[in-house]
């Protein structure tokens, strides 16, 4: 799933996810246990919001931080009926411009 597919709220869910989990994880030790539980932890806290991931735990090797896929929306019988509201999107774009965002909701509380 590219990026410019997910809304802008969406983003900032997974923005908060991504620091959630830097902070719960960061200072664990990268032991197979540890990984494990990073990447189910991430998989659940990802399908909450209503979206699939893969966590790629390769770049622990190297000394880099795992990498989360997001691979598309969780289909459920709301998202199924759904597509992509485009006039939703061009609103969260245009409104976030006239805020000085670089997408809608980037100045919130707990993106600073």
Not at 84 to 107: M, P, Q, T
């Amino acid at each position: 799933m590219d990026i410019s597919e997910l809304y802008d709220y969406e983003l900032m869910k997974v923005g908060k996810i991504a620091k959630e989990l830097a902070a719960d994880f960061s200072k664990k030790t990268n032991n197979q246990m540890n990984l494990a539980e990073m990447a189910k932890k991430a998989e659940d806290r990802f399908q909450a919001i209503g979206l699939k991931v893969h966590v790629d735990l390769a770049p622990v090797l190297f000394f880099q931080p795992p990498c989360i896929e997001i691979m598309g929306r969780i289909d459920t019988t709301e998202n199924a009926k759904q597509e992509f509201d485009h006039d939703k999107k061009r609103w969260e774009v245009l409104s976030g411009n006239d805020r000085g965002e670089k997408y809608r909701g980037e100045k919130e509380k707990y993106n600073s």
